[in-house]
Structure formats: C-alpha cells, structure tokens
C-alpha cells in the first residue's frame, strides 16, 4: 500500500466541521466537559484491579472494555498499529509489571488488520515525501495467527519482564466480535 491521494486523509479531515459546528477536538473538549460534570472515578488506583495488561491494535472498530468484560480500572490497554510487541510495548509492558502490579499479558489482533496490506516499502514512500526515512519498522505482517505468536515470543522472552507465564495471544473477529485463542506452538 502507498501514500496516494486516495487513502491519505486531506487536511482539511483533521478539522472537518462537525453538524453542530467546529472541528471533532471541539466536540471531544464538549463532551469531556459534559463527562467531567459527573464523574466519579476520582481517586481511583492507577494498579489494574484485574493485575492484566491488554496489547492490541489502534483500531477504532475495537471497544475492549465491553467485549472483554471488563470495565475502567480493571486493565491496562496498550495499543498501536498491529497491536505488535515493539520496544515501546516492552517498555509499557515492564512499567506495569514492575511498577504497577500486572501479571497477566493478553495480546489481540484482529481479522481485517490493515497492517496485513502495508509493506516496508511504506518507509521508503516516507523518505521520498518528506526527505527523512522513519527510525522504526512498519512491523506490517501478512499472517495475523503467525504474527500473534511472534508477539507472544516476544513477550515471553523479554528479560525485563518478570511475569511471562500467563501470556496469551488471540485474533478479535471484527464480523462476529468473537475472540479465537492462538495456540502459541502451531
């Protein structure tokens, strides 16, 4: 997949006009005001109360908390493109462990991944267009199961991580919402 006109948002995306008026950041500064006249989760500990950190992909389609029962305070999510265990998840991931008490990682891709039509070319169509090559790999991957088991190794044999025996990884069915566990030895 490249950068063409047709799948890069314009800029004028960013600050579209919403139906009420103003951008999408003026409907999200307004509804967090609305939020904040109720909320009740002050004092709340930063400590998952179910000691579990979700990695999983950026995708909107994606509402963890409800399709995993699970509600505000129990989890730390971490998300990017792909959902794949990077430096920086190594890095969340062991702040969470060490600092914040989690013990188990669940990983979760999804069926229709975007990061199953991007190659490495990507980086170089970055170079060209703004005459700097990214320091980071796209980590696009064409098998979803294969990649989930990568990501689980890679978690399992981080020597910053001291809870690596509860790791499980799965792919999410973006049609179904149904959750198919990975076999981490196939």
Known sequence: MSISESQ???????????????????????????????FADSGMDARPAQKVTVVTCMDARL??????????????????????????????????????????VVLIHHT????????????NELADEVGERPNWAVESFKDV????????????TSPFLPHTDDVRGFVFDVETG?????????
């Not at 229709?112 to 980086?123: H, I, Y």
């Not at 199961?145 to 399992?156: C, E, G, I, L, N």
């Open 8 to 38: 890069a948002p314009s800029p004028s995306d960013d600050n579209a006009a919403a139906p009420s008026g103003g951008s999408v950041t003026d409907r999200i500064v307004e509804a967090n005001a609305r939020y904040a006249t109720t």
């Open 63 to 104: 509402n963890l908390p409800e399709a995993l029962g699970l509600k505000v305070g129990d989890l730390h999510t971490l998300r990017n493109a792909g959902g794949v265990i990077t430096d920086d998840v190594i890095r969340s991931l062991t702040i969470s462990q060490r600092a914040l008490g989690t013990r188990s």
């Open 178 to 186: 149904l959750l198919r566990e990975v076999d981490p030895k196939v």
């Open 112 to 123: 229709g991944c975007g990061m199953q039509t991007l190659t490495e070319d990507f980086r």
């Open 145 to 156: 199961d294969a990649d989930v088991r990568q990501s689980m190794q890679r978690v399992r």
